[in-house]
């Protein structure tokens, strides 16, 4: 047993305490001595034992209890190598003894405690799952080590194909050697399969528009077979073909065109009827062309986009020139265009999926929109509460002095028998209870909303309130049923009387029939209804309404009057009414527009701005950039910036009517291609550097700041997946000038990640860049990094191949240690504790004394009976010199002689045994005589 210090410094500390205890002490002589003494020596015990815990006095011994960790690769390499794991393991453990402890580690990317160290394991069953994509053996043997305690002799046996593709172990090797931990190898023969793999995939990194080139696809195969490969360009297929596969490189060569402009993927696929594994059998890749802009431009109904598309044309700008019917819904046919114009359009005739792709392609793909006016947008092109609205720099709601004001609308609904019919299919009831629905969607909170439907009576559908409870609103007006005749005047009536005490700022009736009613009797109520400011729009549908009728209502209740051939358009008729009836949405007049903010698109008017015959009214947001207002302070032009694209909003048109001037002189044509290429997306910034590391199912951003350094500066990388979802990752400094993040690559294929700096909320820098993302080295068969010889020479271990070798008893002798701080810290806690009553409460003097007490009682007891027994001893001698004719005074005269010498005490007790001894004498001389 050795007895050794972790800081054996602190044993210095020792003399120093006690000289101080001693000098200090010297307060406390005023006590009692023994009170002084025993704390003065408490003091010192509990100083020397806080020191000796510092110092870390610890007992060494030699120890014969052996730890053992099994450390077993689960990665997909040796997933045909798992049950011979498990088999090895159990019968190596067949040949423990007492002294072992086993555990169990599982590593692959990553790595898992299956069994922690115990003495009873005799099965296992490996339960945990590491990320088999990589073999990461370094993490294993990390954990492994860390298992292992340093009282103990110790052993990790590494189970393993050796196919090491992260981390780097050899480091690991060496610690295990300096730690002297025994290192063993068991590592079986691989079992090969069938298989095909995709190796690459060769194209050119950059091609200009119009270039032809090759794309060359490698294949390896372990085995002579056949196989389909097909090749993908931006997810759609691009070419197919049916291949002989020879053992060995293959390769394939498919011819394409560029197209387009920026980044285009390319991913090829092989099948094939003997592979067993799958996941190396695909391939991503990208290339990028560099060519002229191409611009998507859309026109509405009016055909607005004429005289844009040749303006365009004339500027060498590749336009695709389309009706809105024809709009493309998905995102693959969006981002091949710079940016996207839309002229006039209404969402009438847009698909949903078009809108969405739209968002993703400004906000995440940073394409451009430009969306300009004409009386079928905006508000009236039913964009409000749409992802359109969401993508523009303008709300489609009016505001008053910063206000919107509130609506109270009445909705008046035919449900007589005739709307029960219809054309093609399509129910006149139901698109009318479609079109109440949208209308209700349009409202704001504020507004009052109610629905009357009418046969030959009005009936109440909704009684005219606020839309706090939309949904009753919408089940109610979805419970109209047709049936009966047509009488509008009552249900008329009843909207007129309803709006009449309303509390809002704006009151407006939509009216909608197909069929005839009465034709007279309408002047007093449309008087009437004039003169509390009511405004009342109506809706033919089909040819047997009275349109006659409806046209003079309309326009005696100053709105608007629609004839609806096409039952579909109905909803958009009461979208557009609603918005109509907040306010005067269609601004018909002339005026100059004011600049509100200097911008560079508005850089070619130097000599003033043209004026404008017209717009249409919105309200700019909050973080918009307001350029240009009307005379009365409505937006005419206004950009921002959304996600990564830029949007502009013209709120006047494009095709002349309320633009001539600009349409008619080139600055007004240089300033609608400034509007143009203002929303082009940026070219990247020649300042930042990109570079990424992969760490198996993440992927490490870098971005470097070459030139300049910005120290309020916050960097955004916007990664676009493989299956188009987005999402934004903050990079954050790693040091000056250097930003790193992380994201996940769990889907193989090409990243787009878009980086922006920003200060101030505006962008500083902008770079594009592409992430590939393919199958992880550890399905590349062609892989021959082998790491296990490094392991056994930096290790100084050795290659097994049977299981009784791995409990050998073949470990050097190891000190294990017992730290005593625990111990010493407890000890100087409990006499501190005691040092405390001693001087606070008394508690342990006053027990030494009673112990001391009963010490000296005992001393003192003990004395008396060891002088009684001398006495009685004496009594006995003296007796027998009686009988040998001594006298009583002889005896006398000699323990008088004896008691001279004695102290007080002892004199008693002898005068007390004399006294006894001469009674005794005269007893025993009075038996002696009777006996004569």
């Not at 292992?148 to 992260?166: A, K």
């Not at 490490?700 to 916007?718: G, K, L, M, R, W």
């Not at 676009?720 to 000038?737: Q, Y």
Request: hydrophobic fraction near 35%.
């Amino acid at each position: 047993m050795v007895i050794k210090f972790s800081n054996p410094l602190a044993l210095v500390l020792m003399p120093l305490i006690l000289i101080s205890f001693y000098y200090f002490s010297r307060s406390l002589k005023s006590m009692n001595k023994d009170k002084y003494r025993m704390i003065l020596a408490i003091r010192s015990t509990v100083a020397i034992l806080l020191i000796l815990a510092l110092a870390g006095m610890n007992i060494r011994t030699y120890v014969d209890n052996i730890a053992t960790v099994f450390a077993v690769d689960l990665s997909d390499s040796t997933r045909n190598q798992h049950e011979e794991y498990k088999k090895f393991i159990e019968e190596a453990l067949e040949h423990t003894t007492k002294k072992d402890k086993v555990g169990i580690i599982t590593f692959g990317q990553n790595g898992e405690i299956e069994y922690p160290l115990r003495d009873d394991l005799e099965s296992i069953e490996f339960q945990t799952k590491p990320n088999g994509g990589l073999s990461n053996i370094e993490k294993g043997l990390k954990i492994a080590q860390t298992l292992l305690p340093d009282d103990s002799m110790r052993r990790i046996v590494l189970l393993t194909d050796g196919e090491e593709n992260t981390g780097n172990s050899s480091l690991e090797a060496s610690l295990i050697k300096n730690k002297d931990i025994s290192f063993k190898i068991y590592s079986p023969e691989k079992i090969q399969r069938e298989d095909v793999q995709l190796k690459g995939i060769d194209v050119p990194s950059k091609l200009y528009e119009n270039q032809e080139f090759d794309i060359v696809i490698e294949i390896f195969s372990n085995v002579k077979t056949k196989g389909r490969l097909s090749l993908y360009r931006d997810n759609e297929l691009s070419g197919e073909r049916e291949i002989n596969i020879e053992k060995g490189k293959n390769r394939f060569v498919f011819s394409d065109v560029a197209q387009g402009s920026g980044f285009k993927t390319y991913k090829a696929v092989i099948t094939s009827p003997v592979d067993s594994l799958t996941q190396n059998n695909e391939y991503s890749t990208f290339t990028e062309i560099q060519g002229t802009p191409r611009i998507l431009l859309i026109e509405g109904e009016s055909g607005q986009g004429r005289e844009i598309y040749k303006l365009l044309e004339a500027s060498s700008i590749e336009v695709d020139y389309i009706k809105d019917k024809e709009a493309p819904i998905s995102l693959s046919e969006l981002v091949k265009y710079k940016t996207i114009v839309m002229s006039d359009v209404s969402l009438e005739h847009i698909e949903g999926g078009f809108l969405n792709s739209l968002k993703s392609y400004v906000r995440d793909y940073g394409g451009g929109l430009l969306v300009s006016g004409g009386e079928n947008s905006f508000a009236l092109g039913g964009y409000y509460k749409t992802p359109l609205e969401e993508i523009l720099p303008v709300d489609m709601e009016m505001k008053v002095k910063g206000e919107v004001p509130s609506l109270g609308l009445m909705l008046v609904i035919d449900k007589s028998g005739s709307m029960e019919g219809g054309q093609f299919g399509i129910n006149k009831m139901e698109i009318a209870k479609e079109a109440a629905i949208k209308a209700v969607n349009s409202l704001k909170p504020k507004d009052k909303i109610g629905v009357i439907a009418f046969d030959g009576t009005a009936q109440w559908v909704v009684r005219i309130s606020t839309t706090d409870d939309e949904e009753s609103i919408k089940s109610a007006i979805g419970a109209i049923r047709a049936g009966g005749g047509t009488s509008i005047l009552p249900a008329l009536d009843e909207a007129y009387l309803a709006l009449k005490d309303a509390d809002t700022k704006l009151k407006h009736i939509i009216l909608l029939t197909d069929g005839q009613a009465e034709s007279t009797g309408y002047e007093v109520l449309m008087d009437n209804i004039k003169e509390e400011g009511i405004t009342v729009s109506t809706v033919a549908v089909g040819g047997d309404s009275d349109t006659r009728l409806l046209e003079w209502i309309a326009g005696t209740g100053n709105g608007r009057y629609y004839f609806a051939d096409e039952f579909s358009s109905i909803p958009e008729i009461f979208t557009k009414e609603t918005f109509l009836a907040s306010k005067a949405y269609i601004n018909n007049r002339s005026f100059t527009p004011v600049i509100s903010n200097i911008h560079d698109i508005i850089s070619p008017f130097h000599e003033g701005i043209p004026n404008l015959d017209g717009y249409i009214g919105a309200s700019s947001k909050e973080r918009a950039t307001t350029i240009l207002i009307s005379d009365v302070g409505d937006p005419i032009l206004v950009s921002w910036q959304y996600g990564l694209g830029r949007t502009v909003a013209w709120t006047s048109d494009l095709n002349g009517s309320w633009s001539g001037e600009y349409l008619s002189t080139q600055e007004g044509i240089d300033f609608i291609k400034n509007m143009i290429e203002w929303t082009f997306p940026r070219a990247s910034s020649d300042t930042i550097a990109f570079e990424t590391v992969n760490n198996g199912d993440e992927q490490e951003i870098i971005v470097t700041n070459i030139d300049e350094f910005h120290q309020d500066i916050s960097t955004v990388a916007t990664i676009i997946a493989p299956d188009l979802n987005t999402f934004d990752i903050e990079l954050v400094p790693s040091k000056p000038g250097e930003y790193r993040g992380n994201f996940p690559v769990s889907n193989k294929g090409v990243y787009i990640v878009k980086v922006n700096q920003y200060k101030d909320g505006d962008i500083v820098n902008s770079s594009n860049n592409v992430v590939l993302s393919n199958y992880s080295k550890e399905y590349d068969n062609t892989s021959n990094m082998n790491i296990l010889e490094v392991l056994k020479n930096r290790s100084g271990g050795e290659f097994i191949t049977n299981p009784n070798e791995v409990f050998i008893d073949d470990l050097d002798r190891v000190y294990g240690s017992r730290e005593l701080y625990p111990l010493l810290i407890s000890m100087a806690l409990v006499l501190f504790i005691f040092d405390i009553g001693i001087r606070r409460l008394n508690l342990g003097l006053i027990r030494f004394k009673r112990k001391k007490e009963s010490i000296q009682e005992n001393v003192t007891n003990n004395i008396k009976n060891a002088t009684k027994a001398k006495k009685e001893a004496h009594i006995r001698s003296t007796m027998s010199q009686s009988f040998n004719d001594l006298g009583a005074d002889a005896l006398s005269y000699k323990t008088e002689k004896e008691e001279a010498g004695k102290t007080k005490e002892e004199k008693r007790e002898s005068e007390k045994s004399s006294d006894q001894s001469l009674d005794t004498s005269r007893l025993l001389k009075a038996k002696d005589k009777k006996r004569r």
